[in-house]
């Protein structure tokens, strides 16, 4: 499933109980990854949902700051066929 909002991502969460996993970008409207991220994982309905946070920008600090905050992983956009691979294994 597909949505264009972190608004929308939390509303999808609490209809569809079968989410595998998330993938998001870090900057969508009206929330960010990090905010989106945050909220799944302050939820014991959905934390233990891993959550992948992908961005163009190549920021040390904010990466370590996703991967402290639970993410599974962070992705720099452009993603190659290789990440998508490693993240279903």
Do not use: C, H
């Not at 509303?11 to 595998?20: A, F, K, Q, S, T």
């Not at 946070?53 to 600090?61: A, D, K």
């Amino acid at each position: 499933m597909v949505v264009n909002s972190g608004t929308k991502a939390l509303e999808l969460l609490g209809m569809e109980p079968n989410v595998n996993m998330i993938i998001t970008d870090n900057w969508m409207p009206k929330m960010t990854g990090y905010e989106l991220l945050k909220r799944i994982k302050e939820s014991s309905k959905t934390r233990e949902i891993p959550v992948i946070i992908m961005s163009i920008e190549n920021v040390p600090n904010q990466i370590n700051r996703y991967l402290k905050k639970s993410a599974e992983d962070f992705l720099l956009k452009l993603v190659r066929p290789s990440d998508v691979s490693r993240l279903s294994s």
